[in-house]
């Protein structure tokens, strides 16, 4: 049986039927990532295309346990109807299986399958599954019809694995053959049951929070690394992934999704349960408007009073919402591709307000993590992922070991 799910009438964005975790019963955010418009991306992926009598199947790292999870599945950019043939739930073995005696279907409703209307988005009902935190989970989608574009997160590093026909229920992997490093219509796992510490946490950026120069499938993210650190000290938090590749403060664009200002709200305020966000971003507010490039635009030419002023807007919407807020100093890049004495005065000037200002609630200094000791304005080469303005695995572990765990 399906059920159909509408958007709200008049909605501007998508229509969420998950409730604050405060008032459902102890439901916590345990996987989150936000959703982007199809777009080709920085390296091959399914979203244009879509999929049709496809099994669509992907792996994440849950940060809080729990005895039930349900998920949320997206068609926020979606031009049509999104039917759900089927989807499971399981704890995760090696590659695209399953472990046995894990798999749980999913149900919206009460049903099996579930029609998602264009700008909505759903949450499936709760399946009995034990996850410990830090545990993978498997996510799998049977999509009998043509969806259209898919909604998706471009830059997911970590494998998502596609069948032809209807494999949600099988536990082995030798049906899935082909393989991208993007999430589709899969924006949020919760769980319940849990007895983790209250309060999640929000990374919220461009592609050097979304993890850009890290390694497929290793959750070596700065983000990941710092929920590590928190439980290593046993002071364990919920970290929770909010960075785009490519995002900008100020300005929307097509392939790197809405600006920070814009998407705010909907990726960080919405989740139920957070207590302090990070705010990295506008390094490519800056550089974008160096280069002249498609991809690129919209790339004017913004002032550091600009990127200022967006950063207290952002300041005042998490006060507004109780939060902790951190500032994070911009990274050095000389030697990019959008590097030059202008660019590199804006940064200056930026993560001297930053530092200074006296506005973020506490500031970790991501700049001075990473810097060059010999060149402050270039990334230590142990650290460079190669394009000079991404770090490796080796600098997401020192920005992360950067961060005051008492100021979250």
């Not at 590093?157 to 899935?176: I, K, L, P, Q, W």
């Not at 919220?204 to 000290?233: H, K, M, W």
């Not at 705010?264 to 919405?270: I, K, Q, S, T």
């Amino acid at each position: 049986m399906t059920v159909a799910i509408t958007a709200a009438a008049g909605a501007a964005a998508c229509t969420n039927t998950a409730a604050a975790p405060d008032e459902t019963g102890g439901w916590k955010t345990s996987w989150a990532v936000p959703m982007q418009q199809p777009s080709t991306g920085f390296e091959p992926n399914w979203s244009l295309d879509g999929f049709a009598d496809q099994t669509v199947r992907q792996v994440v790292r849950v940060r809080g346990g729990g005895t039930s999870a349900r998920i949320t599945l997206s068609n926020r950019y979606g031009k049509d109807g999104l039917r759900i043939a089927a989807a499971t739930i399981g704890r995760t073995a090696d590659g695209a299986g399953v472990q046995q005696n894990s798999l749980r279907p999913l149900h919206f409703g009460g049903n099996d399958s579930v029609t998602i209307a264009p700008g909505a988005d759903i949450t499936s009902d709760p399946a009995e599954l034990r996850l410990a935190p830090a545990d993978h989970a498997t996510v799998t989608l049977y999509l009998a019809e043509k969806s259209g574009p898919a909604t998706f997160h471009a830059q997911g590093y970590a494998s998502t694995y596609r069948a032809a026909g209807n494999h949600a229920r099988d536990t082995e992997d030798t049906a899935f053959t082909d393989a991208t490093h993007s999430w589709y219509f899969l924006s949020d796992v919760e769980m319940t049951g849990g007895t983790g510490a209250a309060g999640s946490i929000v990374a919220f950026g461009d592609s050097i929070t979304d993890g850009f120069g890290s390694d497929n499938d290793a959750d070596n993210r700065y983000p990941d690394v710092l929920a590590e650190r928190l439980a290593a000290a046993g002071t364990p938090r919920t970290v929770l992934n909010a960075g785009i590749g490519g995002n900008m403060i100020l300005s929307d664009s097509r392939w790197f999704g809405e600006s920070a200002l814009h998407r705010f709200d909907r990726d960080v305020l919405a989740i139920g349960g957070v207590r302090t966000v990070v705010v990295l971003g506008g390094l490519n507010d800056i550089g974008f408007s160096e280069i002249d490039l498609p991809t690129y635009k919209p790339n004017p030419d913004v002032t550091v009073q600009q990127l200022i002023d967006g950063h207290r807007e952002l300041i005042a919407h998490a006060h507004r919402a109780g939060l902790t807020v951190i500032g994070a100093t911009l990274l050095p890049m000389k030697g990019a591709e959008y590097y030059n004495d202008k660019s590199a005065a804006k940064i200056r000037a930026l993560n001297d307000w930053i530092r200074d200002g006296g506005e973020y609630d506490a500031v970790v200094d991501f700049h001075g993590a990473v810097a060059d000791p010999a060149d402050s304005e270039r990334l230590n080469p142990a650290f460079d992922s190669g394009d000079h303005k991404h770090p490796n695995a080796a600098g997401y572990r020192a920005m992360a070991a950067a961060v005051d765990l008492r100021t979250l």
